[in-house]
């Protein structure tokens, strides 16, 4: 093979003349762009870690502090009052150094020590203001003169051009809750879903374990806030993403789609030309730190950036019992699949990034090559998509060695996985709103074999030119992802383009090497072991019903003119198609970030409220539409309390969940925690939003939005509702059952949200300004070449 033989730098053959020493110029020349490559990159890390460790202030005020320092010691002043003359008494005698000498050296040492002290006192004060919360719980739009004042401090403190990380040492640590507070908060949340007996119960259940085995588990959780950054994340990525068992195909893992209404192009190897290379353009900021650190919208509070660390050369693997999430510095190319065949492809050439049309030309190769799959390979990843336990057995004993191994250390260790999809997808044909049904199935578990599950992320190209992306959820939740797949979209039309044809611009490198095919020797009991995970994956899969609804009668602009937050407008909207649905209120999960503390992740919102279902059942009952405005209004308002609470560190579920842990460790049974953590969430919902608005045009380019990403039920008797508000008038929906369940249907629970949408803009909308509903057909989409 051509690949094998460039990759070896050097040959030689004993004869009897002696040892013939054959040297190859090209692999030398390789070897020598990579390891510039490579110390390049150690040298930007060092850099950008002596930067983000002096943070907030520069390497250059040291050199202002020193030349301050001795320019008053020129003046016959003693700033240090007398500590540079008590260095100078301890310095090493030199017979060298003259008197003069040892004062410079003594003041540059207290210098530093000056400079070092200001530092850790800066990071000190940013760290205690951005503790500070109560902006948040601020009217909109009306700020109280303390919170100026602090607004006015962070910026001051904030310093100049912060890379992306550099405020992780000034991020606060998540406050750790009062238990008291948090029963009270919960037995709050649960007492619309429970009959009086019941909610009696479950407060004598929370009286006793708070007088009893609370204190004494929060004894230990007081230990752990004080030792680790964060009490929650790592327990939280262990316990619930790591130690899981189950698929995480469907159970976990999620996906974000491609435009709504527009290709860019129809040729699949030029989009993934462009996208690719916007992918490692994307990776070559993120390891340089040039991203601007993410920061609440609208505001200078920065978010804490930790997870983005792993988003890269980033796998799952498995274990018998858990899980890890493995982590490299650094790979040069990706993992392909295409027809049941898994290759690997360089992009860098070298030392330099091949361009998107040297990409297009690499991935056309892969959908050129007329080699079949090795015996079970086709099926390979169907592994990733079954059961941890019989995955983690098969890695042991059928790939920790030989040619296998090698071929499973590519993929693992490749910067992200890339497959090929033969299918078309996307908003087409006769019926475009049931295809986009059909694609959201397609990106969230395909055909069960043709992703591979454990990646960091997986992107799919479909053959009309359509992508979509699926992530792995425990080293990252989806905003990480999201604010990666905008830069991605956004780069690939409006900065990299394609020519007339469709096909990416540039030129291509005649001399580059064809992408390798990887190779297998998959035993006979490796094959049953394929099929069996196959088919545990394939029921699952079956079993999941997928509705897409693209809402676009009326959007955040609308809601906003009612004086609501458009957030809390929809979760009181899907309380009230629930309601409709179900006949009964379920237990809500609401996802909120608490990224404004240190590692930070999430944290629920309760969405299920007693004001909640109040309006409901206000509204279905009848009541005048006074009354039903009133407590919609009160509704709104106790949701929007309850998502800043979570957000700032009062929460009621990561709380519980570590004394459950706590309890676990210490080998004590709670029938008040095991009871909690076993109550279904038969509503999960999540709120994704554009975080990088200034990369989108949507005045004059509108056609160029994301449908969103969603995710699968949680419950198997309730749905999952992923919901993505875009520009001012559209709403996109991704909702989420299982079949198996008689009362649970993705198509009918989507048009109890159209109607409760419509109710709520009705009720709460000014009499001038009341439209009649109508639904307007989609658009059809277009392909366009930029």
């Known amino acids: 093979m ?3 033989h460039q990759a070896v730098a050097f040959q030689f053959t004993v004869t009897p003349e002696g040892i013939d020493l054959q040297l190859s110029h090209q692999a ?37 502090v020193v030349i301050a320092i001795l320019a008053t010691m020129y003046t016959r002043s003693d700033p240090s009052m007398g500590l540079i003359a008590k260095i100078q008494e301890h310095l090493p005698v030199s017979q060298s150094m003259s008197t003069q000498c040892q004062a410079v050296v003594s003041a540059v040492l207290f210098s530093t020590l000056l400079w070092l002290l200001l530092i850790f006192t800066m990071r000190l004060c940013l760290k205690q203001l951005l503790s500070y919360h109560r902006w948040i719980f601020e009217q909109h739009g009306k700020m ?5 004042v602090w607004v006015a401090l962070v910026r001051i403190f904030s310093g100049r051009k912060p890379l992306l990380y550099s405020y992780q040492g000034s991020l606060p640590n998540l406050p750790l809750p009062a238990i008291k507070d948090t029963l009270k908060r919960y037995l709050e949340s649960v007492r619309p879903l429970m009959d009086d007996t019941e909610y009696e119960r479950m407060t004598n259940l929370a009286g006793e374990f708070e007088s009893r085995l609370g204190n004494r588990l929060q004894w230990y959780l007081k230990l752990k806030s004080l030792w680790a950054a964060n009490y929650v994340s790592d327990w939280w990525e262990e316990y619930v993403y ?3 068992r189950s698929p995480i195909m469907v159970n976990s893992n999620y996906y974000g789609m491609d435009f709504l209404y527009v290709t860019p192009t129809p040729i699949q190897a030029a989009r993934a030309g462009n996208t690719i290379h916007a992918f490692f353009l994307y990776r070559r900021k993120l390891n340089r730190e040039e991203l601007k650190p993410s920061r609440i919208p609208g505001t200078v509070i920065p978010l804490c950036a930790a997870q983005c660390e792993r988003m890269f050369n980033t796998t799952r693997t498995p274990g018998e019992e858990t899980d890890t999430v493995q982590h490299w510095q650094d790979s040069d190319y990706v993992a392909v699949y295409h027809r049941g065949r898994y290759f690997r492809l360089r992009v860098y050439q070298a030392g330099r990034l091949l361009s998107p049309r040297e990409i297009e030309f690499q991935i056309q190769r892969i959908l050129d090559d007329p080699s079949s799959p090795c015996t079970g390979e086709e099926k390979l990843g ?16 059928y790939f920790s060695s030989g040619i296998n191994k090698r071929s499973l250390d590519c993929i693992e260790k490749a910067a992200f996985f890339v497959t ?3 299918d078309e997808q996307g908003m087409m044909g006769d019926d475009p709103l049931a295809s986009l049904d059909r694609y959201a199935k397609c990106l969230l578990h395909g055909k069960c074999y043709d992703r591979w599950f454990d990646k960091s992320f997986t992107v799919v190209y479909f053959k009309n030119g359509k992508n979509g992306i699926n992530a792995e959820h425990s080293w990252a939740d989806a905003p990480v992802i999201a604010h990666l797949w905008e830069y991605v979209l956004a780069t690939d039309c409006f900065q990299l383009g394609y020519n007339g044809e469709g096909h990416c611009k540039g030129d291509v490198d005649p001399s580059l090497a064809r992408p390798q095919k990887l190779n297998w020797e998959i035993p006979p009991e490796c094959e049953d072991q394929i099929s069996r995970s196959l088919a545990v994956a394939q029921a699952l899969a079956d079993n999941v019903d997928f509705h897409v609804l693209s809402f676009r009668d009326f959007g955040k602009g609308k809601i906003k003119k009612c004086r609501v937050s458009p957030d809390a407008f929809i979760q009181v909207a899907l309380q009230l198609a629930y309601f409709r649905n179900r006949k009964t209120f379920g237990l809500t999960y609401e996802a909120s970030m608490t990224r404004l503390f240190r590692e930070g992740r999430t944290e629920t919102v309760r969405s299920c409220t007693n004001e909640s279902s109040a309006f409901v059942r206000a509204l279905v009952g009848g009541e005048s539409a006074e009354a039903c405005r009133r407590l919609f209004r009160t509704a709104s308002e106790k949701h929007q309390h309850l998502y800043r609470m979570a957000m700032t560190g009062a929460g009621i579920d990561r709380h519980l969940f570590c004394l459950y842990v706590v309890s676990q460790y210490l080998g004590v049974e709670s029938p008040f925690l095991k009871e909690v953590l076993s109550e279904p969430w038969r509503l999960s919902t999540s709120q994704t939003s554009v975080q990088q608005v200034e990369l989108f045009d949507l005045v004059n380019h509108p056609e160029y939005i994301s449908c969103g990403g969603g995710f699968g039920p949680v419950a198997d008797d ?30 009918k629970f989507g048009s109890h949200i159209t109607k409760a949408l419509h109710d709520l803009l009705e009720l709460m909308s000014p009499p001038g300004q009341r439209e009649p509903s109508k639904t307007e057909e989609s658009p059809p989409e277009v392909k366009k070449n930029l």
């Open 28 to 64: 030398l020349t390789e070897i020598y762009r990579s390891g510039l490559r490579s110390w390049k990159k150690r040298i930007i890390r060092l850099k950008n870690s002596v930067i983000t460790g002096v943070y907030p202030a520069s390497p250059s005020s040291w050199l202002f």
């Open 144 to 148: 109280s003169n303390t919170t100026k």
């Open 382 to 397: 169907a592994l990733t998509a079954g059961e941890r336990v019989p995955w983690a057995q098969a890695r042991s004993k």
């Open 718 to 747: 309730g749905y999952g509702v992923s919901y993505y508000i875009l520009g001012e008038s559209l709403i996109n929906f991704h909702i989420s059952c299982k079949h198996s369940c008689p009362d649970t249907d993705a198509h």
């Open 420 to 422: 090929l999809d033969d």
């Open 242 to 244: 790591l130690r899981g």
């Open 2 to 4: 051509a690949e094998a």
